[in-house]
């Protein structure tokens, strides 16, 4: 291994705000390089191997079956759906648990679905993929005139986030269904959305969110989901409509 020497600034003195720093002292050091190809330590390689198999078998693992493809494609897209309504489900669990009688609706993003589920056995990886990051699932309660803006959002957007328990359409630059729970918002009234953590800061901008109190649940949603598929060991994809935007431009 080749020694190199470097200069090492020990220390630098201002004598006034006009003054030039100066250099009162020098010390050599040796500067160390590691080598490109290290052997691999087979001690520690064989301490690691069982963890790194049992670690390998439980993300094999099948948790659950699908018939058809589960993708993003559309703006009613069945995995984004499906995700979405697990979202609401898992809400309206912790929300009867914790005194909220009801989840109104449940909102993500189709950008944080990261993988798609292809036809057969879903294992566990396969959520892991869907679903990389740590959000939590939280519940913003917004008064139904903030709630408003939700259907402006799609307005504006005409973004494929997937939705539950709302209906949304759209045409020539104006909403022509704003529902949620198959309703016309009352502006007095308070609703329940469950959303994830990210969202409610105003990720993907929706600040809408913003306006509203966020009641944090302490789960994540990557674990909602495996909970959820665990349950359902024939998935049985949606495929109802919930967003309609015409004439948006491709």
Same mark, same amino acid.
């Given at each position: 291994?080749?020694? =190199?020497?470097?200069? #090492? ?18 010390? +050599? ?9 290290? *052997?691999? @330590? ?18 094999? !693992?099948?948790?659950?079956?699908? !018939?058809?493809?589960?993708? %993003? ?27 909220? +009688?009801?989840?109104d609706g449940a909102i993500i993003n189709i950008g944080g679905i990261r993988s798609t589920i292809g036809k057969g056995d879903i294992l566990l990886k396969h959520i892991f993929e869907v679903m990389p990051f740590e959000n939590e699932l939280v519940i913003v309660k917004l008064k139904g005139d903030d709630l408003e803006d939700v259907f402006e959002y799609y307005l504006k957007e005409q973004k494929n986030n +997937? #939705? ?18 198959? %309703? =016309? ?25 913003? @306006?509203?109190?966020?009641? =944090? ?5 990557? @674990? ?6 665990? %349950?359902? *060991?024939?998935?049985?994809? *949606? ?12």
């Amino acid at each position: 291994m080749n020694k =190199k020497w470097i200069l #090492v600034l020990s220390g630098l003195v201002l004598l006034s705000c006009k003054t030039n720093q100066q250099i009162i002292g020098i010390q +050599p050091q040796k500067n160390f390089s590691m080598a490109e190809n290290l *052997p691999e @330590d087979e001690a520690m390689k064989n301490i690691i191997a069982p963890y790194k198999k049992e670690l390998e078998d439980k993300m094999s !693992s099948k948790i659950s079956y699908t !018939s058809v493809d589960l993708n %993003k494609q559309g703006d009613n897209s069945n995995l984004g759906n499906l995700l979405s309504d697990y979202t609401y489900d898992a809400a309206l669990a912790w929300g009867k648990q914790n005194g909220i +009688p009801n989840i109104d609706g449940a909102i993500i993003n189709i950008g944080g679905i990261r993988s798609t589920i292809g036809k057969g056995d879903i294992l566990l990886k396969h959520i892991f993929e869907v679903m990389p990051f740590e959000n939590e699932l939280v519940i913003v309660k917004l008064k139904g005139d903030d709630l408003e803006d939700v259907f402006e959002y799609y307005l504006k957007e005409q973004k494929n986030n +997937p #939705v539950t328990g709302f209906n949304i359409e759209t045409e020539g630059g104006k909403l022509t269904k704003a529902l949620v729970g198959g %309703k =016309k918002v009352n502006e007095d009234q308070y609703y329940y959305i469950a959303t994830s953590d990210y969202l409610s800061l105003g990720g993907d901008n929706m600040w809408f969110f913003e @306006d509203g109190e966020v009641i =944090k649940t302490g789960l994540k949603l990557r @674990d909602v989901y495996v909970e959820e598929f665990k %349950k359902h *060991p024939n998935i049985v994809a *949606p495929s109802d409509v919930r967003l309609i935007f015409n004439g948006k431009s491709k």
